[in-house]
C-alpha cells in the first residue's frame, strides 16, 4: 500500500535520526579496524517474522552497499536458533544500523505472533479476528501489517475509512438514528458500524440498517441472543476484553468478527538477536 511505504520511510528515517546513528562515537572511534563483515538474525524463540522491509530500509539508510538476504520473510513461522536475515558489508554500518533495525523487527514480529495465537484459537469457528486502532502513534500502518502477517484482518487503517458510531457520537446527536442519518447524509456510501451497549440499542441499529454492530462488552448470553435476534442482517463484532483464554467461546457464539486491541498494545516483542559471523 502507498500509506504504508510512506510512513516507512517516515518512521524510518526519524528512528535513526533518533539513535543518532551516523554520530556513534563507539564504533567510529573503531574505524580505522572497519571492513567488510556479515552478520546473522537469528530468532531466540518460536515466532512469526514481521518488519522485514523496515529492517532493510533502516539498512539502506545507513549504508547504501548493506546487502541483506531475507530466510524468514514477513509471515513465516520461526524456531528458536532459525536464522532470518544476513546482512554484509562495511561492519561499522552494521553496528550504527543493529539496534534501530531490530527495534522494528523485533517489535513487529512480537504483533505478528500474538495475532497467529489468536488466529490459531479461531480455527474451529466462524468468526475472523479483527485488530483497533490501539496502535503505537507513527507505527499504524507497520502494525497493522504485521496484523495481517500473523493472519488477523485489519479493520480500520484510519478514521477516513468508515463510520464507526460510538456511544460518544450517539450522545453528541442525540441517539443511534439521528447519528447515523447525518452520517450517511455527510458521507453517502461509507460502510457504517454502529456500537451498541445492550439488546435495545443492537434492534435500533437494526432497524436503521446499517452494515455492522458492534456488541461492546456483552455477557455470552446477550451475545447469543444478539446472534439470534440478528438473523445475518448486519455483521456482528464482539469487542472488549477479549484475551486468548476466552476468545474461543465468544467465537462460539456465531458471531461474525472478534477485534482486539492486546494485538498491537500488549504484544511481547520477539527475541531476535544479531550477531557478527567471524570465521
Do not use: W
Amino acid at each position: 500500500m502507498d500509506l504504508e511505504r510512506e510512513y516507512l520511510k517516515k518512521i524510518v528515517r526519524l528512528a535513526l535520526a533518533e539513535d543518532r546513528a551516523q554520530a556513534d562515537i563507539t564504533t567510529n572511534s573503531l574505524i580505522d579496524l572497519d571492513g567488510p563483515a556479515r552478520a546473522e538474525v537469528r530468532a531466540k524463540e518460536v515466532g512469526v517474522i514481521s518488519g522485514t522491509e523496515a529492517f532493510l530500509q533502516t539498512m539502506r539508510l545507513v549504508d547504501a552497499a548493506l546487502r541483506v538476504t531475507v530466510h524468514a520473510g514477513d509471515g513465516f513461522a520461526v524456531q528458536a536458533g532459525d536464522l532470518v536475515l544476513e546482512i554484509s558489508g562495511c561492519e561499522s554500518s552494521i553496528l550504527k544500523g543493529e539496534r534501530t533495525a531490530l527495534n522494528f523487527l523485533q517489535r513487529l514480529s512480537g504483533v505478528a505472533t500474538l495475532t497467529r495465537q489468536f488466529v490459531e484459537k479461531l480455527k474451529p469457528y466462524r468468526a475472523v479476528l479483527l485488530d483497533t486502532r490501539k496502535t503505537t502513534p507513527g507505527m499504524r500502518y507497520l502494525e497493522k501489517k504485521a496484523v495481517r502477517d500473523g493472519g488477523g484482518r485489519n479493520h480500520r487503517l484510519n478514521l477516513e475509512d468508515m463510520a464507526m458510531v460510538k456511544d460518544n457520537h450517539i450522545a453528541m446527536a442525540g441517539g443511534i438514528g439521528p447519528a447515523v442519518e447525518r452520517v450517511r447524509a455527510a458521507c453517502p456510501g461509507k460502510k457504517i458500524e454502529v456500537e451498541v451497549k445492550d439488546l435495545s440499542e443492537l434492534e435500533e441499529a437494526l432497524a436503521l440498517g446499517v452494515e455492522m454492530i458492534m456488541l461492546d462488552n456483552f455477557p455470552l448470553e446477550q451475545v447469543c441472543l444478539a446472534v439470534s435476534l440478528n438473523r445475518g442482517r448486519a455483521e456482528l463484532e464482539i469487542s472488549g476484553n477479549v484475551t486468548l483464554e476466552n476468545i474461543a467461546e465468544k467465537a462460539a457464539t456465531g458471531v461474525d468478527f472478534i477485534s482486539a486491541g492486546a494485538l498491537t498494545h500488549s504484544f511481547h516483542s520477539l527475541d531476535l538477536s544479531l550477531k557478527i559471523v567471524r570465521s
